[in-house]
């Protein structure tokens, strides 16, 4: 007989869900699988050495298990029995995935930026670190932590060990023997460049500059290197954590980015915080009277030029129009560049790699005139002249042209060696103003001496009819041509004598007014800067006119009384005047105002005149007046007091005012009877020659011109005596002559 047997196919989970279960609670697991029974055959479950709280059949490919807390942390085996059959060992390699994967991912997340340096704690967190103290061990990119701590069955305290910079950490936790390992979002902190010193360096390189950070830069030196911008440095040596001295390679920038990196090829993140230094220019050659024409070589010797010469240098300048299209590297000091087309002032750079150096200025030569086309012009202006020279631009930069100190109306340029220019309006201010021209600010004074405007012409003098008060201040008006366009303070003349003033009208017209003066006014003048105009001229100021004579008493005949002249014309000032009084010039004249003159009297001849006189530098002025008594002659005594009848000898008369000189009109009267002949000795005694006469107490008097003196009863003839009668009978018939 025979007995066979068979066997049904062994219970195969291929998943389960969750796959991730907790070590501290129990919590509900999905099989997935096959072969699990076509009816619930009650399975039994273990994962490890623990059963399932429960487990339930569902399908013949799932059932169900309420899994116990694990502390195990070896590994671990999942088994399904069912109807005494269990799952094949294969099953185990689930089971053990399973429990790494729960920590793995609580792993995942907890550090960022872990300083290279180590000895930094740091907390790992994951799940089934287990429910108490199994000292666990942990590793960070293989390197032991310096200590390790448990904390909970969630999380672990490591102290890091020094690093070098990477990416990410590799952290390996064990547990009881039991080893997990994750990749971390953590990484070991990367070098940080954070400063330069210093920040720059010249572009011949060859200079070390040390790169500062915050760490990063590794705990020993392990072929790190850095990088300014795209080019290396020469050298790198590690100093420090924080410090990496780099040799700079010979180059042109500005702001490049510093960066730093390890054996491993990781970088460090770039700063813009290096230089090189901006080009110099020290000065060029040649730098003045540059010719305008251009296409001169002109040398820029500095430097930071570029020490390469496929580097990009070039020279700018300052005015965007003018562009140096032909330049020339020769080396890190040294440029050349063709001279374009040039006016004034230009300031170069050099302009290397975005950096521009300071300026030096280039300035063309000066502008030269050699000649001009007019020389002579109206002050009225508006003739157009020609300036010839060189130097004027070969384009037009707007020059300007003047003459003397006025610039012209306008200026036009016509090419480098012609400037034409409307004369401006203006004085004739003579013929030494420069002739200027400015061709983009640089000015040339080329031609002096050579031009003028139109000297004034004066053709008429309108106003001031008659005679000219002497105290002047009346206007005329001077008529003629070129007397300017403007008022250039223009003066006149009258005579030799300056007007007080003078009033510009018109190109044509001016007005003075004539000061002070005396005498004719032969010439007038006018003047406009340095330049004149003449026209002869019959004017005069007024002869000096007497309208009284102030006395105040009778005047002695001695003379050395003052007399006043008043009048009109007699002088602003001192002109030594003349006066008379009759035929007697006044011992001395003296000026006092225009409209008097003091005379002192001299001794005088006579005791009445008819006029006055009075002679200024050829002009004189005369009065007839009523007329002028000096004091009244007196007699105040005689000797003898008598005389013969017969007369025929002297008497003295005494007195005074009887004459203040001889030969004077002089007269006596006795009686009624003048003398026969009349002496003037003195102003107080004359002789009288007697007449015959009769009587006694006869009136005796004394006269002067027209004056006499009061009658003095003084004088008396002998009385008669009879001494013989030569007489007969004499008839009574009467009518008889006899002797006596």
Request: hydrophobic share 40%; proline share 5%.
């Amino acid at each position: 007989q025979t007995t066979n047997f068979y066997t049904y196919a062994f219970p195969i989970v291929s998943s389960i869900k969750p796959d991730r279960l907790p070590s501290t609670s129990s919590s509900l697991v999905s099989l997935f699988g096959e072969h699990f029974g076509t009816n619930d055959y009650s399975p039994r479950i273990r994962i490890g050495s623990t059963s399932c709280e429960m487990s339930a059949w569902t399908s013949d490919s799932s059932v169900a298990c309420k899994q116990s807390a694990q502390r195990d942390s070896t590994q671990l085996s999942l088994v399904i029995s069912s109807s005494g059959f269990s799952s094949s060992p294969s099953t185990s390699a689930i089971a053990l995935s399973l429990y790494r994967l729960i920590i793995l991912r609580y792993m995942q997340g907890s550090v960022i930026g872990i300083p290279t340096t180590g000895s930094t704690t740091v907390t790992i967190t994951g799940y089934g670190f287990g429910d108490n103290d199994l000292t666990p061990r942990i590793q960070l990119n293989s390197k032991p932590c310096e200590s390790s701590l448990w904390v909970a069955e969630s999380s672990l305290l490591c102290k890091t060990p020094s690093l070098l910079f990477s990416q990410s950490l590799n952290a390996t936790v064990m547990v009881a023997g039991s080893a997990s390992s994750a990749i971390l979002s953590a990484n070991a902190s990367g070098p940080s460049v954070a400063s330069l010193i210093p920040n720059f360096a010249a572009t011949t390189g060859g200079a070390f500059v040390t790169l500062i950070g915050s760490g990063g830069f590794g705990t020993v030196a392990s072929s790190q290197a850095a990088r300014l911008g795209s080019t290396a440095c020469t050298a790198s040596i590690w100093t420090s954590d924080s410090s990496l001295m780099c040799r700079v390679a010979a180059g042109t920038g500005l702001n490049l980015t510093a960066t730093f990196s390890a054996v491993s090829g990781l970088q460090s993140e770039g700063f813009k915080i290096f230089s090189y230094s901006s080009p110099n220019v020290f000065f060029s050659s040649p730098a003045t009277s540059l010719p305008t024409t251009g296409e001169t070589t002109i040398t820029l010797v500095g430097n930071g030029f570029s020490p390469t010469h496929g580097n990009s240098s070039r020279v700018i300048a300052s005015q965007s129009a003018i562009s140096f299209s032909k330049t020339f590297w020769t080396s890190d000091s040294s440029l050349s560049f063709v001279q374009p087309n040039l006016a004034g002032r230009v300031d170069v750079s050099v302009l290397t790699d975005g950096q521009l150096s300071n300026s030096t200025s280039l300035v063309s030569a000066a502008p030269s005139i050699s000649s001009i086309s007019s020389h002579v012009w109206p002050s009225t202006g508006a003739v157009s002249v020609t300036l010839f020279g060189n130097n004027f631009a070969v384009f037009d930069t707007s020059p300007t042209a003047s003459m003397g100190i006025t610039s012209c109306e306008s200026s036009r340029w016509i090419s480098d060696s012609s400037l034409s220019c409307k004369s401006p309006s203006g004085a004739a201010f003579g013929q030494n103003g420069p002739v200027k021209i400015t061709v983009a600010m640089l000015t040339e004074n080329a031609i002096a001496g050579n031009w003028s405007f139109l000297s004034p012409v004066i053709t008429a003098v309108g106003g001031g009819n008659g005679a000219i008060p002497t105290s002047g201040s009346v206007s005329v008006t001077l008529l003629g041509s070129h007397f300017g366009a403007v008022w250039y303070s223009q003066q006149s003349t009258l005579g030799a004598t300056a007007s007080e003033a003078t009033m510009w009208t018109s190109d044509s017209s001016a007005a003075a007014k004539i000061s002070a003066g005396f005498g004719p006014i032969s010439s007038v003048a006018v003047t406009s800067w340095s330049q004149s105009g003449f026209l002869a001229a019959n004017l005069s100021y007024a002869s000096p006119n007497i309208t009284a004579v102030s006395l105040g008493s009778p005047l002695p005949l001695t003379g050395s009384s003052i007399v006043t002249l008043q009048g009109q014309n007699m002088g602003m000032f001192s002109l030594s005047p003349v006066a008379r009084i009759g035929d007697t010039a006044c011992e001395e004249s003296e000026w006092q105002s225009d409209s008097s003159v003091l005379c002192r009297t001299a001794a005088f001849g006579t005791s009445q005149f008819q006029s006055m006189f009075i002679s200024i530098m050829g002009l004189s002025s005369s009065l007839l007046t009523d007329t002028i008594v000096s004091q009244t002659p007196y007699v105040s005594a005689l000797h003898p007091t008598n005389a013969p009848t017969t007369g025929a000898m002297n008497v003295t008369i005494f007195g005074s005012d009887l004459g203040g000189m001889s030969p004077v009109i002089v007269g006596g009267r006795i009686g009624s009877t003048a003398c026969a002949d009349t002496i003037w000795q003195s102003t107080s005694t004359i002789l009288c020659k007697l007449n015959p006469g009769l009587f006694a107490n006869l009136t005796v008097y004394a006269s002067l011109s027209n004056q006499q003196s009061p009658a003095m009863p003084a004088f008396s003839f002998d009385q008669p005596v009879p001494a013989f009668a030569g007489i007969g009978c004499i008839p009574k018939t009467g009518s008889e002559i006899v002797s006596i």
